[in-house]
């Protein structure tokens, strides 16, 4: 089975910030690599397809870059809407998904 | 407007029975496979169950395996979740999805709202 793991867990940050999350995968995925989005109590959001692809309706200060083993996401210039909860999941091995353990932003 | 919205979760005791739902709408329900998702209180997403586009296939996280299943019907646009011999370990708010993709790449979206699973005496 392939294993995701991030980091940091958690952070903190200001508004305007530039915030960079770390995935890792067990195996290399190629690009077979997603990220999501998830605020308190809410449904998760896709955020970036296939490592580096925005989906559509995601403001561009969302980015992500990586192959292989590790994938990066970056938020630009962070607002205040974007403290959450960010996942990354791999599609690799698809049927089968696996998630990475979440990272916390929070906003200081 | 493309939506999952999912019922039938509940406060159950261990050893019992559930079964969820997901109403699917505004899409071709019969041309995606689709996903139950749990978060478990204050942890991270597991992916529990998929179905193949036409139910002819279907996948378990070894957590379930054996008590859960996965179906789908297409008249109704409905997927379902048959949960049996729960655990205090099920608690969770459960979630589907749909699977989507391009040119081989694969991913999640929409998600369906969620439904609360509480398991306990």
């Known amino acids: 089975d392939i294993q995701m793991t991030q980091s940091p867990s958690s952070l903190s940050a200001s508004v305007g910030d530039r915030v960079t999350i770390t995935c890792r995968a067990s195996q290399s995925i190629s690009s077979y690599l997603n990220w999501y989005q998830q605020k308190p109590g809410k449904a998760p959001k896709l955020l970036i397809y296939a490592a580096s692809n925005l989906q559509s309706g995601v403001p561009s200060r969302f980015s992500g870059s990586g192959s292989g083993t590790d994938f990066t996401l970056t938020v630009n210039s962070l607002q205040p809407e974007d403290f959450a909860t960010y996942y990354c999941q791999q599609s690799y091995s698809t049927p089968l998904f696996t998630f990475g353990p979440g990272t916390t932003v929070d906003i200081k | 407007q493309v939506q999952l919205v999912e019922s039938g979760g509940g406060v159950v005791q261990p050893g019992r029975s559930l079964r969820l739902s997901c109403a699917a709408s505004?899409?071709?329900?019969?041309?995606?496979?689709m996903h139950w998702v749990r978060q478990a209180p204050g942890k991270g997403l597991e992916w529990v169950a998929v179905i193949s586009y036409d139910g002819s296939n279907k996948y378990y996280a070894d957590s379930v395996r054996g008590r859960f299943t996965i179906s789908r019907d297409t008249s109704k646009n409905t997927l379902y979740l048959q949960m049996n011999s729960l655990r205090a370990e099920d608690t969770a708010v459960y979630f589907c999805a749909r699977e989507d993709g391009e040119y081989g790449y694969n991913w999640f979206d929409p998600w369906g709202q969620g439904t609360q699973v509480t398991v306990s005496s």
């Open positions: 505004g899409f071709t329900f019969s041309s995606y496979a």
